[in-house]
């Protein structure tokens, strides 16, 4: 019976860790997001949150998360991309952004770069880095960059092989 319970106590404290719901910022070079009725971006959108707004959410695994109004973390409203959400500290007294590291755009054989949605060729092209350019960049894996302006704004991803921390 002793097994049972320490089993039990120990699975129900896995899922409240699964369940940690953090409070958050919009963040989209679009000026909105999507809310989806499912964690894919084939799912019907069921409304759309505008950069700058407040919301809890949950993340989850596949790069998504729960998310719930500012208002009640109770009131679950669908799913949004992890990327377009910024981590805050809900009495806005200590920030807990991630860090950003200081690059500079570089292509041995061009003059520019393309900046794309999306970690992959795969997405479409939102603008252009001129080389030389100063960005703010956090690796998004797979051999990506995630780029950022001096506001620390996302503006989207370029190859990590064109990005380097040194002119």
Same mark, same amino acid.
């Given at each position: 019976m002793k097994r049972v319970i320490l089993c039990m106590t120990m699975v129900l404290a896995a899922v409240a860790a699964d369940?940690?719901?953090?409070?958050?910022?919009?963040?989209?070079?679009? =000026? &909105?997001?999507?809310?989806? !009725?499912?964690?894919?971006?084939?799912?019907a959108i069921v409304r759309q949150y505008n950069s700058g707004d407040y919301l809890y959410y949950t993340p989850q695994k596949n790069?998504?998360?729960?998310?719930?109004?500012?208002?009640?973390?109770?009131?679950?409203? =669908? &799913?949004?991309?992890?990327? !377009?959400?910024?981590?805050i500290n809900p009495n806005n007294t200590t920030s807990t952004e991630p860090s950003y590291t200081l690059g500079y755009i570089t292509d041995p054989t061009d003059t520019y770069v393309n900046v794309r949605r999306g970690p992959g060729t795969k997405y479409a092209i939102c603008g252009r880095l001129n080389i030389g350019d100063a960005v703010y960049f956090?690796?998004?894996?797979?051999?990506w960059a995630k780029i950022f302006n001096n506001k620390k704004q996302h503006v989207g991803y370029v190859a990590k092989s064109r990005v380097v921390t040194r002119r």
């Open positions: 369940a940690q719901q953090y409070y958050g910022r919009v963040q989209d070079v679009d =000026g &909105y997001t999507n809310i989806r !009725r499912a964690p894919s971006a084939n799912a790069g998504w998360s729960k998310v719930y109004s500012a208002n009640k973390t109770s009131s679950f409203m =669908g &799913y949004m991309s992890t990327s !377009r959400i910024v981590r956090q690796d998004a894996g797979n051999g």
